[in-house]
């Protein structure tokens, strides 16, 4: 690991600047900073979205996992709950409906001079964002941590060797792309 | 080369490995996943710093979790936009807009219903985001690589409640 590397607050900063200016670049491109492209998605005749994410995770998956058998990178999967993840990932969606674009889409989209994600995605973000830390003691004594389940991975879950689990997500999500285009969506 | 800079549009899957490579280097080079909701919630505290006074914000249980500080994942929220920017830029496609076409066909193209609306759904992202502990960028993308199961429940149910609600927005309401 680049331990060294991961040290240096500043230069960090700065590469996190470059990664961002990529991934918002990348973004655009692909069209995903658009209202209707996401909100399209949502309504099942455009699959742009799915079509990024599924190629961006599993080129990742494979790349990360190699890495982290090098012993180059660690992981970090988040520990999970149904209250967290099922609850508050079902509010996500109707935010994500009613948005038109999720917190890095709607950046996105304010780089390209969208208003609506400038004035009504960005402001309510902040102000949603600062009522959660608000609510966040009450809550994390209650529902975030009902069905808790911790930072579980497939691999850890199934008993698997990660390579095996990495070889069926690739080929299952590579599957799902080919019947997407094969079906002309 | 600076012609496909130019391009408005890229291949999604040409777009999905670039973001996939650029998620090994963030990996590798700053022990970090690509996500963005957490920039967000570090500005709504650093906001509430200058409204409110340092100490009643960085007491807060949940900015003790989550510092509002500046970092990389605060810079690399600020340089998504950037990015989005100097793409649109590049293939002419940068325009100040309120309304999208397809809202503007169910809804008219006054700005207001619009903007009420982003409200509405900005107040529950960042609320929702931080409630899922992620968002499209962290779970959807950077949690599932790593084969978490909190990120791919958190991603199904992303969408469950993103399919059911833009089918009532647009097959109901409109």
């Given at each position: 690991m680049l331990t060294k590397l991961h040290g240096k607050r500043g230069l960090q900063n700065i590469l996190g600047l470059g990664f961002g200016i990529v991934f918002g670049f990348l973004l655009q491109k692909g069209g995903v900073t658009d209202y209707d492209v996401i909100v399209k998605q949502l309504l099942l005749v455009d699959f742009t979205v799915v079509k990024i994410m599924l190629t961006a995770v599993a080129t990742g998956m494979i790349g990360v996992h190699a890495l982290k058998s090098m012993g180059k990178v660690r992981l970090q999967p988040k520990a999970g709950s149904v209250g967290m993840n099922v609850i508050g990932g079902l509010v996500f969606g109707v935010a994500f409906a009613t948005l038109g674009y999720c917190p890095g889409t709607a950046f996105g989209a304010v780089g390209q001079g969208y208003l609506d994600a400038l004035l009504g995605g960005v402001v309510g973000m902040l102000l949603g964002s600062g009522l959660f830390a608000a609510v966040y003691p009450g809550m994390n004594k209650t529902i975030l941590n009902k069905g808790f389940f911790g930072d579980v991975t497939f691999p850890d879950l199934l008993k698997m060797n990660c390579w095996v689990v990495v070889g069926i997500f690739v080929v299952v999500l590579s599957g799902i792309l080919v019947l997407l285009e094969v079906s002309g969506l | 080369m600076l012609e496909w800079l130019k391009i408005d549009i890229w291949s999604p899957y040409v777009v999905g490995v670039g973001i996939g490579v650029l998620s090994w280097f963030s990996f590798l080079l700053s022990d970090s996943p690509l996500s963005c909701s957490t920039g967000i919630s570090q500005t709504s505290g650093m906001v509430e710093k200058v409204l409110r006074g340092k100490e009643a914000v960085s007491q807060k249980e949940y900015y003790k979790k989550f510092p509002a500080v500046v970092d990389w994942k605060w810079m690399l929220l600020l340089g998504v936009c950037i990015g989005a920017a100097i793409s649109s830029y590049l293939s002419g496609s940068f325009n100040l807009r309120w309304v999208s076409p397809l809202?503007?066909?169910?809804?008219?193209?006054?700005?207001?219903?619009?903007?009420?609306?982003?409200?509405?759904?900005?107040?529950?992202?960042?609320?929702?985001?931080?409630?899922?502990?992620?968002?499209?960028?962290?779970?959807?993308?950077?949690?599932?690589?790593?084969?978490?199961?909190?990120?791919?429940?958190?991603?199904?149910?992303?969408?469950?409640?993103?399919?059911?609600?833009?089918?009532?927005?647009?097959?109901?309401?409109?």
């Open positions: - | 809202w503007a066909s169910a809804f008219g193209s006054a700005p207001l219903p619009r903007l009420i609306t982003a409200l509405i759904g900005g107040i529950l992202m960042g609320f929702g985001s931080r409630w899922a502990n992620g968002c499209t960028s962290g779970h959807g993308i950077s949690g599932t690589m790593q084969l978490s199961v909190a990120s791919w429940l958190s991603v199904v149910f992303f969408f469950v409640g993103g399919i059911t609600c833009a089918m009532f927005i647009y097959h109901v309401v409109a």
